[in-house]
Structures are given as structure tokens and as C-alpha cells.
T-cell receptor, first 113, second 111 residues
Framework: GAGVSQSPSNKVTEKGKDVELRCDPI?????LYWYRQSLGQGLEFLIYFQGNSAPDKSGLPSDRFSAERTGGSVSTLTIQRTQQEDSAVYLCASSPDRQNEQFFGPGTRLTVL | QKEVEQNSGPLSVPEGAIASLNCTYS??????FFWYRQYSGKSPELIMSIYSNGDKEDGRFTAQLNKASQYVSLLIRDSQPSDSATYLC???????????FGQGTRLTINP
């Protein structure tokens, strides 16, 4: 079946602009996660959704970062007023439920100039 | 102390040999453990999960968990050049849903 999909695959933006990253989880997966991966920080958790609710937002690095999920499916991660330190690969993962393995999408590589 | 620690490598193993990758974690209530493989420029791919003490085998891969020692390992038998990648250890702590990742071990299989 289809895996997790993310768009765009690459995004180059200028400092100060807003960006939206999209994640489409595996069909039927109720849990959705956002992570980011950068050279200096490794792979770090951002936010977790169960259905449309986000019970754990503890990894969002600042109030410039927000995310939503609608219809228990697609999620959007928004970064406002982007900074150069936001440059990273943003990875989305989904899971059949909160107990199970997480499967990653291909990621969005964000570059902030 | 980092929550999840791995030797960053690089670990170099001849083709056909056994590659052994190790991971230690600091939180005693961790309950779920995962190994992901990540090729350069690609996203992590789940290869093994283990939840209870002992060994779990899947093809050429064996995951080993020792909760008393807070240690989890991955053995790759009959290593192939296609196994060359970074291997990420991930831990899920009881009561939390996020995965905490180690920095990864870069493995190179030499033909």
C-alpha cells in the first residue's frame, strides 16, 4: 500500500518568510508525528497527533512553529518568520495507533537563505 | 548523559561477516525499542522492533534487548554492501508517544 507522503520534497525560502509543510499519513493510521533532522541535532521530536488532537507539542522549538491535523488524516506544519536555524529535513511519521511502530515519509528538506 | 547513546562509528565490516551495533538508554521505564536504517539522503526505514528481554530474529537481522543493563543491540549476519547505511536506535518511554533517537552508527560493509 501507499506509504507516508510529504510535500514539497524540497523548499527553499528566504529568512522571514512563512512556510507550510504537508504530510499525508498511511491510510487508517490514527497517530501522526513530526520530527526534524539536522546535522548538529540528529533526529528530534516536534509534535504528536492522535486523531486531530495534539496531546504532545513539547518538541516545538518556538511559537513560530505550529501544526494542525484535519479529518484525522492530513497534517500541516507551519513555520512563521523562518530563520536560518530552521533549515533541516522535516520528517513525518504515522502509526496504526499510539502503541505501534512509526513509519516515516520521505521528508521535506527546508533551506532558509 | 544523552537519553540514547550509540557509537557514531564509522564501523567497518567485511562482506559476509557479522555486524554488531549497540545502543544504551538512560530511562529505566523505556518499554519499546526500534532500529531504523537510513541511507544517505533518504528517510529512516524501520527494520526491527523489540519489546521484551531476549532476542528477536527477522531474516539476517537479530535484535537483542537487556532491560536490566539498559542495552539494545542489532546483529546483521552475512553482511552485504547494501547494508552500508546509518543505523538509528530509537526508544519509546512509557507514558510518552515520541521516539527518542540516538545519533546513529554509520556502518560500511567492505566487499
Amino acid at each position: 500500500g501507499a506509504g507516508v507522503s510529504q510535500s514539497p520534497s524540497n523548499k527553499v525560502t528566504e529568512k522571514g518568510k512563512d512556510v507550510e509543510l504537508r504530510c499525508d499519513p498511511i491510510s487508517g493510521h490514527t497517530a501522526l508525528y513530526w520530527y526534524r533532522q539536522s546535522l548538529g541535532q540528529g533526529l528530534e521530536f516536534l509534535i504528536y497527533f492522535q486523531g486531530n488532537s495534539a496531546p504532545d507539542k513539547s518538541g516545538l522549538p518556538s511559537d513560530r512553529f505550529s501544526a494542525e491535523r484535519t479529518g484525522g488524516s492530513v497534517s500541516t506544519l507551519t513555520i512563521q518568520r523562518t530563520q536560518q536555524e530552521d533549515s533541516a529535513v522535516y520528517l513525518c511519521a504515522s502509526s496504526p495507533d499510539r502503541q505501534n511502530e512509526q513509519f516515516f515519509g520521505p521528508g521535506t528538506r527546508l533551506t532558509v537563505l | 548523559q544523552k537519553e540514547v547513546e550509540q557509537n557514531s562509528g564509522p564501523l567497518s565490516v567485511p562482506e559476509g561477516a557479522i555486524a554488531s551495533l549497540n545502543c544504551t538508554y538512560s530511562d529505566r521505564v523505556s518499554q519499546s525499542f526500534f532500529w531504523y536504517r537510513q541511507y544517505s539522503g533518504k528517510s529512516p526505514e524501520l527494520i526491527m522492533s523489540i519489546y521484551s528481554n531476549g532476542d528477536k530474529e527477522d531474516g539476517r537481522f537479530t535484535a537483542q534487548l537487556n532491560k536490566a543493563s539498559q542495552y539494545v543491540s542489532l546483529l546483521i549476519r552475512d553482511s552485504q554492501p547494501s547494508d552500508s547505511a546509518t543505523y538509528l536506535c530509537a526508544v519509546k518511554v512509557q507514558g510518552a508517544q515520541k521516539l527518542v533517537f540516538g545519533q546513529g552508527t554509520r556502518l560500511t560493509i567492505n566487499p
